[in-house]
Structures are given as C-alpha cells and as structure tokens.
C-alpha cells in the first residue's frame, strides 16, 4: 500500500512540473504553411479548402466577374421557386431572370468539392471542367444552354436554361402509372426514335469537339418541354464529362 501510495505523489509531482515545449515547432510550421500558400503562382501552391478561405489568395475555378452576385440577377425565392434536384456534388434549383422574368436553372456546386474531386477537376486542370464543357457547347440544339455563371468564395453557380418537361426519367415513370385506357401508358416507337436520335447528335458533336458525357443515362436527358407530338430532349450534367484532346500519332505518313 505504501508503494502505491508513493507512486502516487510521485505521479503528483510529475504533473506538478512545467511541461516540456520545443518553441521551435510552432514557429516552422506556420512558416511552413505561409511558404506552401505563399501565392498561387507558387510552385507549392496547393488547391486545398484553407487556401481558398484566404481572402488574400482567394482561388478562381471560372472566369466570371467578382462583382456580380447571383441574387442580384436571379429571384431565387419567388412562389414556385425551390430545388428541383440534388446530385452527388450539387444542387439545382429553379429561380427567375429578374430582368424578363425567364425561368432558369441554377446548379450551385460547393467549392470545396470542386477543389478535393477529381471527378469535378481532374489532375492538372484548374478551372472547373463542367463550365469549360459548357461553354464550348454554347448553343447546341440538343446540349443544356450555359446563360450565365457566377463564383463566391464557397460555391460555383452554373446558370442554364430551365426545361419545363423535367428529367426523361421522370417522363416514363409517369407514363408507366398511366391507365391503360388512356392509351399513354408508354412512348410509342416513333418517339423513342426521336429521342434516341436527338441524344445520338449530340454525341456525335461531344465527340467531334474531344468530348466524352460518360453519364448518359434518362436522369440526365431534359425534356425541353411537355409536348410529346414534338419531342425535344437536351442532354445534361457534364460533372463527369472529360475534355480529351488527341494527340498525332507519331507514326501517321507524311
């Protein structure tokens, strides 16, 4: 009992006594730190979410203007606005062009998912791919149209046009709860053609410009409206999509 009890008061006096730093450590591991995010021109510079919460070295994955702000342009809070869909990186949301009063859609992607993923900027690339993909793909009949985009410190807010007719998806669930006696149970061959061959174009154009979707599936087709005598479908969600740029081959003839 003894023995405990000294082992006790020794273990008194031992948390008693000032504990031993090394005032050295902190120091070099600021400095350390300052020197990694020193700039983003540096050759250190890493694209972490401590990086970008800097004011000072605040990172740009777009070329939008700093200035403009998304809810001076866009009402995102209107009777009938709200979130039409959530994907594994983002959310999108319906909210309305406030200078013509336009339906639009606006896909806010989080920052720091932007910068951690390589599914949403693949090594060595700096800006954010699906805007880039986007953009080359300005206009295109059967692409989502890119109208505007806008960045803060904490998200990237890709605007596109809004499709009233939703996701394909959601189209052949509905009809699959049709009654039969309505005769609408299901998209009639001809207009499976049509779609199929709408989606088929825009492949064939992603291709042509060094582009791979690698999600096409009916969640990511839009109905552009709810006309089914005239079906008109757009592809989109480019967040997997890949920009590959070929190469010559280095034994083609001369």
């Not at 995102?76 to 990186?89: D, E, K, N, Q």
């Not at 998209?187 to 825009?202: D, F, G, K, M, V």
């Not at 709810?226 to 920009?243: E, P, Q, Y």
């Amino acid at each position: 009992m003894a023995v405990v009890i000294s082992q006790m008061e020794g273990e008194g006096d031992s948390l008693d006594a000032p504990p031993v730093t090394e005032p050295m450590q902190l120091p070099m591991r600021e400095s350390r730190v300052n020197e990694v995010f020193k700039s983003p021109s540096s050759p250190k510079f890493r694209l972490s979410l401590s990086a970008f919460r800097r004011p000072e070295n605040t990172i740009r994955l777009t070329d939008s203007d700093p200035s403009k702000h998304l809810e001076a342009e866009y009402d995102l809070h209107s009777l009938g606005c709200g979130v039409l869909g959530h994907g594994a990186f983002s959310t999108v949301r319906l909210a309305i062009r406030r200078l013509d009063g336009v339906k639009v859609a606006v896909k806010s992607i989080a920052k720091h998912d932007a910068l951690r993923s390589r599914r949403l900027r693949p090594r060595g690339k700096r800006d954010l791919e699906e805007w880039e993909m986007l953009r080359r793909l300005q206009d295109h009949p059967y692409v989502i149209t890119l109208l505007d985009v806008f960045e803060t410190d904490e998200e990237i807010q890709l605007v596109t046009e809004y499709c009233p007719g939703g996701e394909l998806f959601d189209a052949i669930q509905k009809k699959r709860n049709r009654t039969q006696s309505m005769r609408r149970g299901q998209y009639s061959e001809a207009q499976a053609a049509c779609i199929t061959t709408q989606i088929l174009r825009a492949l064939e154009d992603l291709h042509a410009a060094d582009v791979v979707h690698r999600d096409v599936k009916p969640e990511n087709i839009l109905l552009a409206d709810n006309d089914d005598s005239a079906i008109h479908v757009k592809l989109c969600d480019f967040g997997l999509a890949r920009s590959l740029f070929r190469k010559p081959s280095s034994d083609s003839l001369s």
